[in-house]
C-alpha cells in the first residue's frame, strides 16, 4: 500500500499543454477516480505517476519517496492501460504470469497468485485459452489479472472498461469495487464515465483543461458542486441550467424568468441570498428534483409552475418530460405515467432546497443545497 502525493505537476507535448500544474494526496489505500472530458489530461497524468511520460516540473512522491528520476519498472506501479494488449501467443495462465515469471518468481508461487486472482476475476475456467478465444470483457479481466499479481504498491487503471458492453460494464464495476475492498491497495483510476466516477471513488478529482477543478467525496461534488462545470458533469440526465433574475416577491424572494415565470426560494435561502436580488444569474435544477405535482402534494420548499411538455422520453422505469422555462428546454426526470404524449399540460413542482445558482460570469456556484 502506498501514499502518493503530487505537488506542482506540469506535462506539455510541444506546444500542447496537457496537465498544467496539479496537486494531489492520495491516501493509503484510497480509491481516488480521475474524471473529466476528453483530452482534459487525464491519461498524462496517470501516465507520469507510472513513468511512461516525464514531468516537466513538479514532484511525485510514493510513500515519501520521490520518483521523478526512478524508472517505470522500480517504482513498483502496476497499470492497466486504455488500450491494454495481451500476448496473443500465450493462454490466459502465461499472460498473468508473465511479469511473475520475468522476476524469477518460484514456480509454486506463480502457480498461487495466478489461480488466486483468476479465482477473484472469475476466470479460472479459461486460464487454458488463447486470447483469442475470449470475449472483450474475460480479456479486460486478464488484463487486471496480469497488473493485480504484481504485488505492486500502486495500482493505476486507465478506462479499463471502456470496451465493454454496458451490462458487462456494470458487472466488472462491482467486481472492481469488491477488488479493492479485497485487497485494499491504494487505486488510481481514469474514466470519462460520470456514474463509474460515482459509484468507484472515494474520492473523484474532476479535470479540465489540464487543471483540477474540484476533488471531493462523490455526494460532496454531486451536491455542492464548485463551479457549472462540476454542477453539469456528475448527474444524468445532466442539470438544466436557465438565466434568471432574483427578484423580491412579497416578503421573499423569487427566481424570475425572461418569459415572466416564477418559482419562490425558501425562506431558508433567503439570508444568504438578500445581498444578490436584482441580480442575473443561472438557475440550476437537476431533473430528478423536479416532480409532477398531485393534490395537496407539495412539501415545504417546492415551488410549483405550469409547463407544457414539448417532449416525452420513456427509459422504462423514469419518463424524461421536456418543456420550456425562460426560453430554456428543460428536462424533468417523472414519473413513467406522468406524461404520456408532447402537447400535454403539466403543474410541476421544483425542489428549490436543492437547487444551485451560479454567477453568469464567473461561472462559480454562489449557493448550493449546503448554503
Ligand atoms: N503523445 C502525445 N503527443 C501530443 N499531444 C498529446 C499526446 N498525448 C496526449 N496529447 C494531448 O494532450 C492532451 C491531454 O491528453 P490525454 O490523453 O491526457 O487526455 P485524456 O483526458 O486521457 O483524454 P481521453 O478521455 O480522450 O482519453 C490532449 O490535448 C491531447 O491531444
Ligand atoms: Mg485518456
Known amino acids: 500500500m502506498a501514499r502518493l502525493k503530487i505537488s506542482g505537476l506540469k506535462k506539455s ?25 476528453s483530452g482534459c489530461g487525464k491519461s498524462t497524468l496517470l501516465r507520469t505517476i507510472a513513468g511512461l511520460e516525464e514531468a516537466d516540473d513538479g514532484s511525485i512522491e510514493i510513500d515519501g519517496e520521490l520518483v521523478n528520476d526512478v524508472r517505470p519498472r522500480d517504482r513498483n506501479v502496476a497499470m492497466v492501460f486504455q488500450n491494454y494488449a495481451l500476448y496473443p501467443y500465450m493462454n490466459v495462465f ?8 520475468a522476476r524469477k518468481a518460484p514456480k509454486n508461487q506463480v502457480k498461487d497468485q495466478v489461480q488466486r486472482a483468476a479465482e477473484m476475476l472469475g476466470i479460472t475456467s479459461l486460464l487454458e485459452r488463447l486470447p483469442r478465444e475470449l470475449s472483450g470483457g ?20 486507465d478506462e479499463p472498461l471502456s470496451n465493454l458492453d454496458a451490462q458487462l460494464r456494470d458487472e466488472m464495476r462491482s467486481e472492481i469495487k469488491r477488488l479493492h475492498q479485497d485487497i485494499g491497495k491504494t487505486m488510481v483510476y481514469v474514466t470519462h464515465d460520470q456514474i463509474e466516477a460515482m459509484t468507484l471513488a472515494d474520492r473523484i478529482v474532476l479535470m479540465k483543461d489540464g487543471l483540477i477543478e474540484q476533488q471531493g467525496m462523490p455526494l460532496e461534488l454531486f451536491e455542492r458542486p464548485a463551479t457549472r462545470f462540476v454542477a453539469g458533469f456528475l448527474g444524468s440526465p445532466a442539470m438544466n ?12 424572494i423569487a427566481m424570475v424568468f425572461d418569459d415572466g415565470a416564477a418559482l419562490a426560494l425558501p425562506a431558508s435561502r433567503k439570508a444568504s441570498l438578500s445581498g444578490s436580488v436584482g ?25 410549483r409552475l405550469k409547463v407544457t411538455i414539448d417532449l416525452v422520453q420513456p427509459t422504462g422505469p423514469r419518463t424524461y418530460g421536456t418543456f420550456l422555462l425562460g426560453g430554456v428546454e428543460t428536462v424533468a426526470e417523472l414519473e413513467v405515467h406522468d406524461v404520456e404524449r408532447p402537447g400535454e399540460s403539466l403543474a ?16 462559480l456556484v454562489i449557493s448550493h443545497s449546503g448554503t
Open 94 to 101: 502465461e499472460n498473468i504470469a508473465f511479469g511473475l515469471r
Open 138 to 157: 474475460q480479456r479486460q479481466r486478464v488484463a487486471i489479472g496480469r497488473a493485480i499479481v504484481r504485488e505492486a504498491r500502486l495500482f493505476l487503471f
Open 348 to 363: 410541476l413542482l421544483f425542489d428549490m432546497n436543492r437547487i444551485v445558482i451560479i454567477d453568469p460570469e464567473t461561472e
Open 241 to 252: 441550467f436557465i438565466p434568471a433574475t432574483l427578484k423580491r416577491k412579497g416578503t421573499g
Open 279 to 303: 441580480r442575473a444569474v443561472l438557475f440550476g435544477v437537476r431533473p430528478e428534483h423536479i416532480e409532477r405535482s398531485r393534490k395537496g402534494s407539495a412539501r415545504p420548499g417546492q415551488a
Open 13 to 37: 507535448y510541444g506546444k500542447v499543454p496537457a496537465v498544467r500544474g496539479v496537486d494531489l494526496d492520495i491516501s493509503e489505500g484510497e480509491f481516488t477516480v480521475l474524471v473529466g472530458p
